[in-house]
């Protein structure tokens, strides 16, 4: 029997406390149906439901791997779009507020994309001459353009070994839609900084020259994450002043120059694992998320570890923090009434196109 929808808006006003223990009594009815992934950045009272955490990379994994019906996503859309399209047809991938998007996804779309090529098609043999990679960051209809065009995945864990995959096969690559991932992979291969150039999509040919194309390794998409910007290389020598002894860590969303500055830079899986492996009594200044670094703070505390957020100014991911404990009561209790709310359902064609991209990178790392 279909049973109706209920509503948000009766859970809109909902106390934290009551969300909570409505959380808890929805997900003793579902039981083993239900599986809820987070990813590193969620806040706390709502990382505290996950079964499964992770960066990026695990959580596409463990999506294709759990058996459940439902699998809530407490992360944003690309996340749970790449959980639908990795998992079984008659599981149901949900995210809890379908506002949770990433900006830096939407910073690349498949017109400006198709645009893109259409233009380097002016000046290179496309399929002979250039590889499409696209951070994991983006929308599902991207995953599928680099489906087609023999393209693949990456993720910030595994971005190096991608390209290498990329140009062991073409000579060069269109990196979207994070210059900054780009950049600082081609450089940890040893590439250049001038054979990688920014592909500005708001002007023709990218504000590039035929001759520069011509010339360049990886052409970066002109895309950043509003939140990884606000760390800046003063903020490090402000703590490298005051810390001599201090470790740097920073996620390669971060500007070239405080990747560079730093003593270690990768995905939010590896800067936990990093601190967490840390010498007792450290201090730590870390470029990322604060809901994760305040959280790494609280972990290691108690070993003399010191974990201090790069910036001084607040920067969360607000996409991220709108999924909250409200949210998923509401989902919850709709699933235990038997109602689907939130569904994240990538058309067919789309998702074989993109799986083939994402299985390649699951197959290359
Ligand atoms: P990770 O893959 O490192 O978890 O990063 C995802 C992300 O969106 C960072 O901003
Ligand atoms: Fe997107 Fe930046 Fe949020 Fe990561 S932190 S999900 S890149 S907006």
């Not at 439901?49 to 992360?75: E, M, N, V, Y």
């Not at 998992?87 to 507020?97: G, H, R, V």
């Not at 009594?281 to 957020?309: H, I, P, S």
Request: charged share 20%.
């Amino acid at each position: 029997m279909q049973v109706a929808t209920i509503s948000f808006d009766r859970f809109n006003s909902l106390a934290d406390t009551d969300a909570q223990e409505r959380i808890g009594a929805a997900r003793s009815q579902l039981g083993k149906r239900a599986v809820i992934l987070g990813h590193h950045y969620q806040r706390a009272d709502v990382y505290q439901h996950a079964d499964l955490t992770g960066d990026s990379l695990q959580l596409s994994r463990l999506a294709a791997q759990t058996d459940a019906a439902f699998i809530i996503f407490c992360g944003v859309h690309f996340m749970a779009e790449v959980a639908d399209i990795m998992s079984k047809p008659e599981q149901i991938a949900i995210l809890p507020d379908l506002a949770a998007g990433c900006s830096m996804a939407d910073m690349a779309s498949l017109a400006k994309v198709e645009r893109c090529w259409r233009e380097l098609a002016e000046v290179l043999d496309l399929e002979q001459a250039i590889t499409p990679v696209t951070y994991i960051n983006s929308a599902a209809d991207l995953k599928a353009f680099c489906g087609e065009h023999g393209g693949i995945v990456c993720t910030s864990s595994n971005a190096s070994k991608i390209l290498d995959w990329a140009l062991s096969r073409r000579e060069k690559v269109l990196f979207f839609p994070d210059q900054h991932l780009g950049r600082w992979s081609g450089h940890k291969k040893g590439i250049p900084l001038e054979d990688m150039l920014v592909w500005d999509p708001d002007l023709e040919l990218g504000g590039l020259r035929p001759e520069q194309i011509l010339h360049a390794k990886i052409l970066l998409w002109k895309g950043h994450c509003a939140v990884h910007q606000m760390f800046q290389p003063a903020h490090i020598l402000r703590f490298r002043n005051q810390h001599p002894d201090g470790l740097v860590i920073s996620h390669p969303e971060c500007s070239f120059e405080v990747c560079r500055q730093s003593d270690f830079v990768g995905s939010t899986e590896y800067i936990l694992r990093t601190v967490k492996e840390g010498a007792p009594n450290t201090r730590w200044l870390v470029g990322t998320e604060l809901n994760m670094v305040d959280r790494l703070a609280r972990d290691v505390k108690a070993e003399g570890k010191t974990v201090q957020f790069m910036s001084p100014t607040v920067c969360m991911c607000s996409t991220m923090q709108r999924i909250d404990p409200q949210h998923l009561a509401w989902c919850l209790e709709n699933l235990a009434a038997g109602n689907v709310v939130n569904r994240i359902s990538v058309p067919a064609h789309e998702a074989a196109l993109a799986r083939i991209a994402l299985e390649r990178m699951l197959s290359v790392s």
